[in-house]
């Protein structure tokens, strides 16, 4: 690989530097850098290892997946074409970095950014809409979450770099100690950063950020330090964006909306520019001390609303009269004040410069959508990204390579199948909540979109419209809102070349659609605030002459080792064909609160058999066939090719013969939409 990989070109050739004196280097604040720092830079042999350790580091902990990273001289630039990220050191070079600082500055780019983008690419894009570039304030609170996240991985990984770390932020991005002349919400993000990369120096901060701060790292009745929680390198992206908006986001938003309101009114020329005091606090926000998971209130008003309902027009300093300039005036004084906390966020963007320009990352965001939506969250084919997932996963590269073959076989049918979950979970969600038409005065939910215009209108002393309510519909339980599947296959010695072949493709087909029913669950839940009452379980087993196996034990999620390992198990038959040990395996499972929720059709519970011939008792079969049907469960049985007649006989009258092997997967398919449609 370095053979391939162009040399760094600083302003001079290594043995250049080594014979020719050079004037001292300054660092980011104008001092001059130690003797010791330019030694290091200097030197050619430490040149020429670190460049090869970059090489190395940027190719086990940059990129992963279907973008291939390569060094450039030439700048960062995204290859959209070949599908290549071309990242260039000089870049961080000719702002006055040092070699480390470099290497420090061009993994962050790619780990902490990138690399953490790959972790969940779908999840992570649609969070990432909702702090775009048109919300500035959230835009910069979760980029400095983000960077401290991916710094303390970088570190983890290569502990050598964290004097780098430290120095890089005490001397170029943060070497402020003092922000107490910025607004609260800025001082809180620039606050929080520069106390966690720069360890023993505290920022000097306003009593509402430092107080802000101090809660979070003492949250709760656990005194859970929540900012160590979500950047620790190890947190799952779902899990980190469910605390920031749950408990981070509303204690920023309420410093933020304070701030605004001050600026508002230094702009409009209030007193001292001081706002009035707001009378308790900010309602239909999640409450410092509860975890932003508390039942909102039924109708929601924002502080200013009730004060000047009470009022009428006039008393305690209140004009009776709308303001001068009336709703314009208001708009402007917010746009001003918008407007300077943009200011505010510069010392964050120029101490943070961003290599590849904001097409280049549209179009590397573009093609990780696209190949997510095609690999359905498999590895790269490229052999040095899959040996390196493969050994992170506990699994051979050959085995993934394998799996990902005969998986891209049935991408059709998983597709076919998301399309259909995806209405399901519509509809549930359509049923537990209907928004009003209109917007209203007062309400349940707040307009995000008509948020800033009703301050505004609010302020000019005009009617405020931000609300809906939402109705909450109970349910009139037609369906059932739990499915548990199980899947048991044939590894009799009769299952031979294209059956065998089938029988795997079929369990694939199996454990990947319902594990992407249940993961599109979780995530409209995690964005609509409402449990959907649903919940999708599988379960995988085998008979053969090992007697029964279970493959993948009952439950929700199939992790990457867990699924390589199904499959490599599904390449082997011999023996009889003694299905009921499965079956009798499933039975034992059933207590008696599991055949309650059955009863009461809370919970769906659906058997599949697929084999090729008659099993080795068939009355036996039979008998715990009827247990498993007199607790409701619903046995269903697939026979392949003719021989399979006599497995429709045995599990009549739920049973069917597929004469054609191939189509095999296409049957399991329509098993799994029959027994989803109701749910």
Do not use: C
């Not at 004097?163 to 100690?177: D, I, N, S």
């Not at 008509?450 to 000019?460: G, I």
């Not at 499972?589 to 080795?616: F, H, M, P, T, W």
């Amino acid at each position: 690989m370095r053979e391939s990989i162009p040399k760094l070109e600083t302003h001079a050739t290594a043995e250049a530097m080594a014979d020719k004196p050079t004037p001292p280097p300054e660092t980011g604040r104008g001092e001059p850098v130690s003797p010791e720092k330019q030694k290091e830079e200097h030197e050619p042999a430490k040149v020429e290892e670190f460049l090869d350790k970059e090489a190395e580091i940027l190719a086990a902990y940059g990129l992963r997946g279907d973008i291939t990273l390569e060094r450039s001289n030439k700048g960062w630039a995204f290859d959209f074409e070949n599908k290549r990220l071309m990242y260039d050191p000089n870049f961080f070079i000719e702002r006055g970095y040092s070699l480390k600082e470099t290497l420090f500055a061009t993994t962050h780019e790619l780990m902490a950014h990138y690399g953490e983008l790959l972790r969940d690419p779908e999840f992570v894009l649609r969070e990432a809409r909702r702090y775009s570039q048109t919300r500035p304030h959230l835009h910069i609170l979760y980029n400095i979450f983000e960077d401290v996240l991916g710094n303390r991985r970088i570190v983890s990984e290569l502990p050598f770099l964290e004097e780098t770390r430290t120095a890089l932020y005490r001397e170029k991005m943060f070497p402020q100690t003092d922000y107490t002349d910025q607004s609260s919400h800025v001082q809180f993000v620039y606050g929080f950063i520069r106390e966690a990369m720069v360890a023993g120096e505290p920022a000097k901060l306003g009593p509402e950020a430092r107080e802000a701060l101090e809660q979070l790292k003492t949250f709760g009745k656990d005194k859970t330090d929540v900012l160590d929680l979500v950047t620790t390198p190890t947190i799952d992206p779902r899990d980190r964006f469910r605390i920031m908006r749950s408990v981070i986001e509303p204690i920023y938003e309420k410093l933020y909306r304070k701030d605004l309101e001050q600026e508002k009114q230094k702009q409009k020329g209030g007193k001292s520019g001081e706002p009035k005091e707001q009378e308790g606090p900010s309602q239909g926000q999640p409450q410092e001390g509860k975890g932003g998971g508390e039942k909102k209130e039924k109708k929601r008003k924002w502080p200013w609303q009730k004060k000047e309902e009470g009022k009428k027009g006039g008393g305690d300093g209140e004009p009776k009269e709308k303001p001068k300039g009336g709703k314009s005036a208001d708009r402007k004084a917010v746009e001003e004040a918008i407007k300077k906390f943009k200011k505010e966020y510069e010392t964050y963007e120029k101490t943070h410069p961003e290599p590849l320009s904001p097409k280049d990352e549209d179009k590397i965001k573009e093609v990780l959508k696209e190949t997510v939506a095609q690999r359905g969250g498999l590895p790269s084919l490229d052999r040095s990204i899959l040996e390196q997932w493969a050994k992170e996963h506990g699994v051979s590269p050959e085995d993934v390579l394998g799996y990902r073959n005969e998986y891209q076989e049935i991408t059709p049918l998983i597709k076919e199948l998301r399309e259909v979950f995806k209405k399901i979970i519509s509809r549930r969600l359509k049923e537990r909540m209907r928004f009003s038409p209109q917007l209203e005065k007062e309400g349940e939910e707040i307009e995000e979109g008509a948020l800033a215009e009703a301050y505004v209108e609010s302020k000019a002393g005009g009617e405020v419209r931000a609300f809906r309510d939402v109705e909450r519909k109970k349910r009139e339980e037609v369906g059932y809102g739990m499915l548990d599947m199980t899947l048991a296959n044939d590894l009799s010695g009769s299952m031979e070349g294209t059956k065998l072949v089938m029988d795997r493709k079929s369990k694939l087909l199996f454990m990947e659609s319902l594990a992407d029913f249940q993961k599109e669950i979780e995530e409209a839940e995690l964005e609509s605030g409402l449990s959907l009452g649903l919940e999708i379980r599988t379960e995988t087993r085998a008979f053969g002459d090992f007697g029964d196996a279970e493959l993948k034990k009952l439950g929700t999620h199939l992790d990457e080792k867990e699924r390589i390992s199904v499959w490599k198990k599904l390449h082997q038959a011999g023996g009889g064909t003694p299905d009921y040990l499965s079956l009798e395996e499933v039975l034992k499972s059933i207590n008696a609160d599991y055949e309650k929720e059955i009863r009461d059709k809370k919970r769906k519970k659906v058997v599949v058999v697929l084999s090729d011939g008659e099993s080795q008792d068939p009355s036996r079969v039979q008998r715990v066939i009827k247990k498993l049907r007199d607790k409701g469960v619903i046995v269903f049985a697939l026979g392949m090719t003719e021989s399979g007649t006599a497995v429709k006989d045995t599990y009549n009258p739920d049973a069917e013969v597929i004469t054609d092997i191939n189509k095999l997967p296409q049957s399991v398919q329509k098993i799994i939409l029959k027994h989803t449609e109701d749910l």
